[in-house]
């Protein structure tokens, strides 16, 4: 005998699962991001230090 389906639960998974996709990769971005910042300043400094001297 075949199961009935349960289309709501189905949905909601799909639904869960791309949520917390999009939410790893937002957090990979904004790292990739802050790191990005960090080296561009880093490298500021550095300009700044050899051009002060």
Not at 37 to 48: G, R
Request: net charge positive; charged share 55%.
């Amino acid at each position: 005998m075949a199961r009935k389906p349960n289309y709501d639960f189905e949905r909601r998974e799909r639904e869960r699962l791309k949520a917390e996709k999009k939410a790893k990769r937002a957090a990979d971005k904004k790292l990739a991001r802050d790191n990005q910042e960090e080296k561009t300043e880093l490298s500021d400094m550095d300009q700044t230090t050899i051009t002060a001297e």
